[in-house]
């Protein structure tokens, strides 16, 4: 059964863990960790438009 590994959207490792969202302007952004949840916040917080816990 094919599978998609979702990948986190500033590292690029897989997401096991899921719960770490952010709704961009590009569309709902995953990430691995709340690290690399905050750091995309730090670098793009224009373009999210809300977080989802
Ligand atoms: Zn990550």
Request: aromatic share 6%.
């Amino acid at each position: 059964m094919d599978q998609d590994i979702i990948k986190c959207a500033l590292c690029g490792l897989a997401v096991e863990i899921e719960g770490f969202n952010a709704q961009t302007n590009e569309g709902l952004k995953r990430f691995c960790c709340a690290g690399c949840l905050s750091v995309y916040r730090l670098l793009n917080g224009d373009e999210i438009i809300e977080e989802e816990q």
